[in-house]
């Protein structure tokens, strides 16, 4: 790839392919030298700044990661998944009045965003929206079985029981698996 990128140096596109897949096996600092170079040569690219920012925020550099997804998002607000990305970062920064202004106060349904609140371990936050799933999609087991799984990370041992069991009723093929998990929190335990 870098031999053709060096028959055709300007080509952002290429720059930008190379970066992103850097960035897929965590060869940040290499990734982040062609992303940048496709930046430079395509300022305005949402995409490139997108992989930039979650490039730095894998780092660990929330500082980077906010400003890149920042002017993503400020390039292209009109698409909501910039708003997830920048929000996103500004949930791993916590700063939770950004993720307000940009998400508001109601419960956004999305992975990145769940993710996000779990990695902090906000776990109100994680909880609001998994209750959220269950209630908008009441039969799905595996929904039920993540809210079991975040009410445990919360501490919240009884409610985290009473979802498996829940979950065993929905789907009586769980329920060896559930009873282990019961026992296993009567325990003390995390299973």
Do not use: C, W
């Amino acid at each position: 790839m870098e031999k053709i990128i060096k028959e055709d140096p300007d080509n952002a596109r290429l720059e930008f392919i190379l970066g992103a897949s850097l960035a897929g096996v965590r060869e940040f600092d290499l990734a982040l030298k062609h992303l940048s170079r496709a930046s430079e040569l395509s300022p305005n690219k949402e995409a490139i700044l997108v992989v930039i920012g979650n490039v730095y925020l894998n780092m660990g550099d929330m500082e980077n990661s906010l400003v890149y997804l920042k002017k993503a998002y400020d390039l292209g607000p009109e698409f909501g998944n910039l708003k997830i990305f920048y929000a996103m970062a500004a949930i791993y920064d916590k700063n939770y009045e950004l993720v307000e202004s940009l998400l508001g106060s109601g419960v956004v349904d999305d992975e990145k965003i769940l993710s996000a609140y779990l990695g902090v371990k906000k776990y109100d936050k994680a909880i609001e929206i998994l209750e959220f799933r269950v209630k908008n999609h009441p039969d799905d087991p595996q929904a039920v079985l993540s809210l079991a799984a975040v009410y445990l990370d919360a501490g919240y041992r009884t409610k985290s029981i009473q979802t498996i069991r829940r979950v065993m009723e929905m789907d009586p093929s769980f329920k060896e698996q559930g009873e282990y998990y019961i026992n296993q929190i009567n325990l003390g335990l995390n299973p």
